[in-house]
Every structure is written in structure tokens, then in C-alpha cells.
């Protein structure tokens, strides 16, 4: 699964750097998640990074894009060899 940012969000700038994966880019009105790129920290923490940091949690999981833990995983290792 990717992770979405609702159009709640704030700007605060928390998610952006936590990202392991350069995820997360400004995007023409809000932070927006490339799905190409997120793992929800797989590989790297326990839980996404960005989600933990979110002061409004406007970050859930993309319903458009779900994904296997295995998917993850796989995606992870494409990402980071």
C-alpha cells in the first residue's frame, strides 16, 4: 500500500524529511506521496515515518494503491540495491 495525503494538510514540512525514500514532494497546493516510491517504511521502520510525525494525521493509506507486504518488500529491495 502507498500512503495519502488528504487535502487536509498543513504544509508543516514534518513528513518531508522523514521519508527514507524521497517519497514525498511538495506538490502544486500540498505534500504529495509518489506511490512509485513509498514503502510505508518498509524495510526501514516499524511504522511510516510520516504518519508518526503528522501533527493533523492527514496521512492514510491509499486506497488506489494497496499493497501487499510482500509487494513492500519487493519494491523496498528494487528501491535500495
Known amino acids: 500500500m502507498a500512503l495519502l495525503i488528504k487535502d487536509t494538510c498543513i504544509n508543516c514540512d514534518m513528513c518531508d524529511a522523514e521519508c ?17 516510491l513509498c514503502t510505508e517504511c518498509m524495510g526501514h521502520y516499524e511504522k511510516p515515518t510520516c504518519v508518526t510525525v503528522c501533527p493533523i494525521n492527514c496521512i492514510i493509506v491509499d486506497p488506489n494503491h494497496i499493497e501487499s507486504d510482500v509487494q513492500l518488500l519487493d519494491k523496498f529491495a528494487r528501491l535500495h540495491v
Open 20 to 36: 527514507p525514500n524521497e517519497a514525498i514532494t511538495f506538490g502544486t497546493e500540498i505534500y504529495e506521496i509518489n506511490v512509485d
